[in-house]
Structure formats: structure tokens, C-alpha cells
């Protein structure tokens, strides 16, 4: 789960990181008198949205007086802003929030996260902040210092001095750093994060270190762990049909292509739209239907998939080991009679009762194309694509 | 032969008499998998034998601990079934009771829990399987979790896979070849789990048993190029691999907690091409795994009933190395 940058600064702030005075503002009176109650001889006003990128859109803006504010805040709400990571349609600024200007002498990144190669948490500090830190990765990997939070050890101050000598701080901007790291690295683990990015990470010219703008995901496993995280869920960040998707307990992913799909498994699912792809279409989704696809799931699924305009074929695998493939298919019968659809469903059912189910679907009087083997199935997809609907 | 499940394994099933533990146990017991005990705290003392549901072929007897459960029935294995939040605290249990192989079948179990007990399975010498997997199976010996025993058949091709019915999908087109399994096993879709691909390779590749491995992985992280290094400096028996996962987008989840495209890191493409780089023969489309697997065994005469096909000229000759080792590995037998 992500969450906004307002949001993250307030959970990071409760465990002592340090952040600039700010608040967040859906209006632009809140705007105004945020900028007020903050003081200070400047803001910045900052779009809102989950995605990076925003200051080359225009989302983030310097405002000196309050009537800029203002003027700011007024043109930024309600815009549409795009990003690199927002795709060409963008997204609509619904929040803001409003920061004290603070006076940088050097911009740093920090950054705690998964290492699945060694299974441990790291946390990476680089001289190279306010920049893509992937581009920093993948160009000058030794830019990049790493320290590993133990395991059951945890992370250390040593470490945390370590990083801070290593990024070049000295006096009360290295006592600051590592405090900064640490309470990081506090939150990081006790709030069940994914990722807790501060980037930039800024020393001030009085030596404060604040994090200037700050990322976490969360673990999608802990949330139950966290109940307060629900409140900061934010739907309008959310695709629609996703949202509908997790209604029904389905794992759906909205993507561009032509080909919707419906199968058991993640693995399976990622495999089949790997499928649609050499079959010469594109996957216009990914959705797993979990382990038991019954006649509401598939309906449900059905709903989804063909709320996307794009889709011009469905396909749907499943593999019947405990869930028995007749079940599906009667399923699947009763969900097409209920939703009409008009676009060609390849129909492919392996595994317990197969054979049964194929019959049920070939004397259903609706149009399927059954397939026994995945081979089958990608060539009918193929021969889907190709011919019009009701051919 | 087989590895880490087969004749000599005696299971314990914890949260044997949830719903889920009921229906996965009568189904290990049709399959002929030797349950000796069930845990679920409370309920210890009384013997167990299904709902109305799924009724057992006999009784098991159920424990209020695993230690219980060890110190009156000799159980060697475990296999969970106990809510996400709980896993944890389930595979420490069996672990401190002196279980040599635990298998979480549990899904949706917080990262930060199993970091906290991979030390601890680790400095046990404990062999964790999981967790968020479909357990493991030794066709027509022993299955320790929930995959469909009746896809399987017994045979000597080992499958090591991240995804459940993706797994699924490879051993039934291998069965339906008649190609039998020697043991499969579910390692998971999680970014931190017991058993990576290369503990499990490492294993095939010593058990005189397995002829051939086919290895399935998917987007995220790195344990597919960690094992193709592993499988270029150390297996020549041969491998067959998958990646689900070439048209996922990056920095979607697709599924699995450790399905994802970070960083612009674990692509399809390149863990594909890692593997390639290491003699594995890697299958661009699912429906190939059986079909490449079968022209593999052939092209090293490991299957013999049937008459061999073409063999054509180029393809023999790069496999000329792997064949003099496998000749080797066979005279071992």
C-alpha cells in the first residue's frame, strides 16, 4: 500500500524523523492558512499524488508570500498532472501540501529496504539526492553506500556513522544524520514498510538534516497489523476497476492491451498473459481468481474484465486440481448467459474433470472456443484476435 | 528416489482441524502420506477424523503442542496451516521441538515475521519450505501440501517452481507425456522464504533419483540469476526453465508479495537471458515446458522405451558436454 507524502512525513515524524513544518491542504483557504499557522518568510506548495516526478510537471512550487500561496494553490488543485510515472493521462491534484522553505546547503539520498538477494532489510545512503536514485543505481552503482539491518541484531549506530562519514557530514550535521537514520530505520520496521525512501534528504545550512520528501510503502501481509493505515488509504489514487476487484477478494491488475484474462494463480496468470503476447495480442489485465473460481468469482471477473473497452477477447485458464473443472465450467456458462458478452472467450480447463467440463461448455449453446492444452489455447486466442465477433 | 518427503516421513499437521487443515489433511491421507499427529492447542487428547466435509480414512491423534506431537509419534515433518499472522510463531514451534522439515503453506505472511525467524531456521539447520506455497510432493511416496496428487506420476525429473498451478501446468504436460517426477517442490511466492531455488537444485542435482530438472521462476528479485550462476558452475544434469512475467509492468505487484519489477530489477528478459547464459534450456512459452523437456531426455538417451526422434546435427553438438557428464552420472548409479 502507498501512501501520500503528508502522510508519510506525519507517521515518520512520530518516530523522530525529522521533517520541515508543513500541513496538508485540500482548499485553497486551507492552503492559505496553513502557510500562515507554518510561518516563516516562504512556502512550498506541494502537489499531492502517488507518483514521483512531480516537480518537472509543475507540482511543486515556491511561494514567498501568502497571496502566491494562494495564487498557487488555486492553480494547482483540480489540475491534471503528468509525470513520468504517471503515464500520458495523468493525474488530478486533489491535495496539497504546504512546507516552511528551508535554506539547503546539500541534497542526499537515504533509503531502507528489502534485500531479497540476502533476505535482510539495507539501508543505502548516496552523495546523489534529488535525482532518479535507479539512474544512480544502474549508472554508478559505487555511488550507493549499503548498510544491512541485522536481522536480529537490527541496525546500529555504528552503521548509521558509518553512512553519515561516508556521505561527507561532519559536527552537528553528522550527529543529526545519524539520529536521522536510525529513527528511519525505527519506523521502517515497526510500521511493516516496504520502502521507506527520503529523497531528497537535506542538510541545512545550520545543520539540520530533514527530510525533504519522503516515500513509504507499505507490506500489504502487515496490514491488519495496522489498523490506523486503513484511514490513509486514498481510492481516488486507485484504478476503479481495481478497487471493484478487491470487493470480490479478486487480484486484479488493469493493463493496456486488447486480451482480457481470467485465471487461478498468480503464476499462472502472469504465465498466460506471457501466452497472449506470443499469440500476437496483448494482455489487457491480470487476474487471479484464487483457488476456489465458482460461478460468483467468475461473474465477477467477467464484470471486470469487460468493463475495459479495449478488450476485443477473453481468455480463461484454469487449472482444476482441488477446484473440479465441471464446477468452472458451469460457472463460467451461467456468469456468460448473465452478463452478455459479445467479445469471443477462449475457454481452456485442465486438470480434475476436464472432459466433463468441455462438454458442458460445447452444448452450452453459447460461443466458446474450448481448448484442451495451453497450445491449444494460444492458438485460439490467435484465431480470436483475428476474426470478428460472432464469426 | 526422491527428496526431503518420501516413505520414511512422518507428518504432523498444524491447525489440522481449521477448514483448510481438515481438507488438505484427508487429502494427504488418500494420497498415502503417513499423518502420525495434528496440533491445534485446546484441542489435544482427542483423536480427529475429519467433518462432514471431509471425513479422514482414520483417526489422527491431535496435541496441544508439536512437542506433544514429536515425543509421542517420532513426527519428522511438518506441515502449517494456521492463519498468516500466526505462521511465525507456528514454524518457531516446530523448529524448537526438533522438526527437520517445516512446510508453510500459508499465505499472506508478514515480511518482518519471516525475517525474524530466518536465523533461527538457519542456525537449526532446519529446512523451511515457504512460506505462501503449495508444499511438496514425491509422487506415489509422500505429499506434504496441496497440490492435486493425481496430476503427478512417479518418474525422475525433478520441479522446483515459485507459483502453484503455474507448477501445476508443467508437471501435468510432463505426465501426460508419460514423463514420471521424482520430487516437485513449491518454494513460493514470497520476497523471503526457507528454500531457494538453489538449496533445491543443490539437493537434485546429488539425488541419484533426478535425471533432469525443470525450474519455473517469475519476475522479482534475483534468485533465478543466483541459481543460473549455481546451476553453470555446479548441475550438469539438465535444466528446462520458465519466467512468468515478460509482459508484467514495473512496479505492480502482480500477485505474489515478491512478484515485482523494482527498480527497473528482475525483469523477465533479463533473468531469461541469465539463464540461457547457463545451459539451461529456457522455454519462451509455458506450453513448452513438457514438450522441451521430453526433446531433452531423448537428446540424452534418458528416455529409452521410445524410439528417439530426429536428432538434428547443430543441437547435438552443442549438447555434446552435458552429455558426456550425464553418461557419467548415470554409470554412478
Not at chain 1, 88 to 117: H, N, S
Amino acid at each position: 500500500m502507498k501512501v501520500h507524502e503528508y502522510q508519510a512525513k506525519e507517521i515518520l515524524k512520530k518516530f523522530g524523523v525529522a521533517v520541515p513544518p508543513g500541513k496538508a491542504a485540500f482548499s485553497v483557504e486551507e492552503a492559505v492558512s496553513a502557510a500562515y499557522g507554518i510561518g516563516g518568510s516562504g512556502w512550498v506548495v506541494k502537489a499531492q499524488i502517488h507518483a514521483g516526478g512531480r516537480g518537472k510537471g509543475g507540482g511543486v512550487r515556491v511561494a514567498k508570500t501568502l497571496e502566491e500561496v494562494r495564487h498557487i494553490a488555486s492553480q494547482m488543485l483540480g489540475m491534471k498532472l503528468v509525470t513520468h510515472q504517471t503515464g500520458p493521462e495523468g493525474k488530478i491534484v486533489k491535495r496539497l501540501l504546504v512546507e516552511q522553505v528551508v535554506a539547503i546547503a546539500r541534497e542526499l539520498y537515504v533509503g531502507v529496504t528489502l534485500d531479497r538477494a540476502s533476505s535482510r532489510n539495507v539501508v543505502m545512503a548516496s552523495t546523489e539526492g534529488g535525482v532518479e536514485i535507479e539512474k544512480v543505481a544502474a549508472e554508478t552503482p559505487g555511488k550507493i553506500l549499503r548498510e544491512p539491518v541485522e536481522r536480529t541484531a537490527g541496525f546500529h549506530a555504528f552503521q548509521a556513522r558509518t553512512l553519515a562519514f561516508a556521505l561527507g557530514l561532519s559536527g552537528d550535521a553528522l550527529k543529526n544524520c545519524v539520529k536521522f537514520l536510525s529513527a528511519l530505520t525505527t519506523a521502517y520496521e515497526a510500521m511493516d514498510c516496504s520502502l521507506a525512501e527520503i529523497n531528497p534528504l537535506v542538510i541545512t545550512k545550520d545543520g539540520a538534516v530533514l527530510a525533504l520528501d519522503a516515500k513509504i510503502n507499505f507490506d500489504d501481509n502487515a496490514l491488519e497489523r495496522h489498523p490506523e493505515l486503513n484511514l490513509l488509504r486514498d481510492l481516488g489514487e486507485e484504478d476503479p476497476l481495481e478497487v471493484e476487484a478487491s470487493k470480490s477478494n479478486l487480484n486484479y491488475i488493469k493493463l493496456e492491451g486488447n486480451v482480457g484474462c481470467m485465471v487461478n494463480g498468480a503464476g499462472l496468470a502472469m504465465g498466460t498473459m506471457d501466452i497472449i503476447k506470443l499469440a500476437g495480442g496483448e494482455p489487457a489485465n491480470f487476474l487471479d481468481v484464487g483457488g476456489g473460481a465458482s460461478a460468483e468469482t467468475v461473474e465477477s471477473g467477467f464484470k471486470i474484465i469487460l468493463a475495459d473497452p479495449h478488450v476485443k477477447a477473453v481468455l480463461i485458464n484454469i487449472f482444476g486440481g482441488i477446484v473440479r473443472c465441471d464446477r468452472v465450467a458451469t460457472g463460467v456458462v451461467e456468469a456468460a448467459r448473465k452478463v452478455k458478452v459479445e467479445v469471443p472467450i477462449v475457454v481452456r480447463l485442465a486438470g480434475t474433470n476436464a472432459e466433463i467440463a468441455q462438454d458442458i461448455l460445447k452444448n452450452s449453446g453459447l460461443n466458446f472456443l474450448v481448448a484442451g492444452s495451453l497450445k491449444e489455447a494460444a492458438a485460439r486466442v490467435t484465431q480470436a484476435i483475428r476474426e470478428p465477433v460472432g464469426a | 528416489m526422491s527428496i526431503l518427503v518420501g516413505k520414511s516421513t512422518r507428518l504432523v499437521v498444524q491447525g489440522v482441524t481449521g477448514g483448510e487443515g481438515t481438507f488438505h489433511t484427508k487429502q494427504m491421507l488418500d494420497y498415502g502420506t503417513n499423518v502420525v499427529a495434528g496440533v491445534t492447542p485446546g484441542k489435544g487428547g482427542t483423536d480427529y477424523a475429519g467433518n462432514e466435509k471431509d471425513k479422514f480414512k482414520r483417526d489422527v491423534p491431535v496435541f496441544n503442542t508439536v512437542a506433544d506431537a514429536v515425543r509421542k509419534t517420532q513426527a519428522n515433518a511438518s506441515v502449517i496451516f494456521v492463519p498468516a499472522l500466526f505462521a511465525a510463531d507456528a514454524i518457531l514451534e516446530a523448529g524448537s521441538a526438533g522438526i527437520g522439515l517445516i512446510v508453510c503453506i500459508t499465505e499472506g505472511v508478514p515480511t518482518r515475521d519471516m525475517l525474524r525467524v530466518y536465523d533461527f531456521v538457519r542456525s537449526k539447520e532446519i529446512r523451511l519450505i515457504g512460506p505462501n506455497c503449495p508444499g511438496i510432493i514425491s509422487p506415489g511416496l509422500c505429499k506434504v501440501g496441496i497440490m492435486p496428487g493425481f496430476i503427478h506420476r512417479k518418474g525422475r525429473v525433478g520441479v522446483i517452481s515459485r507459483s502453484g498451478t503455474l507448477t501445476y501446468e508443467a508437471v501435468w504436460q510432463l505426465t501426460e507425456r508419460g514423463i514420471g517426477q521424482s520430487t516437485c517442490i513449491g518454494i513460493g511466492g514470497d520476497p523471503v522464504i526457507g528454500t531457494q531455488f538453489i538449496d533445491a537444485l543443490e539437493l537434485f542435482n546429488q539425488d541419484p533419483g533426478t535425471d533432469a530438472v525443470i525450474m519455473i521462476g517469475e519476475i522479482g528479485g534475483t534468485s533465478e540469476e543466483e541459481a543460473a550462476a549455481f546451476i553453470k558452475k555446479n548441475v550438469r544434469k539438465p535444466v528446462v526453465g520458465f519466467i512468468a512475467g515478460r509482459t508484467a509492468p514495473p512496479g505492480r505487484r502482480m500477485g505474489h508479495a515478491g512478484a515485482i519489477i523494482a527498480g527497473g530489477k528482475g525483469t523477465a528478459q533479463e533473468k531469461m537471458a541469465a539463464m540461457r547464459a547457463a545451459g539451461i534450456h529456457v522455454v519462451e512459452s509455458p506450453a513448452m515446458i513438457g514438450e522441451t523437456m521430453e526433446k531433452v531426455l531423448r537428446r540424452k538417451g534418458l528416455i529409452r522405451s521410445l524410439p528417439a526422434r530426429k536428432k538434428p546435427a547443430p543441437a547435438r553438438k552443442k549438447a555434446a558436454p552435458l552429455r558426456r557428464k550425464g553418461a557419467r552420472s548415470r554409470k554412478k548409479r
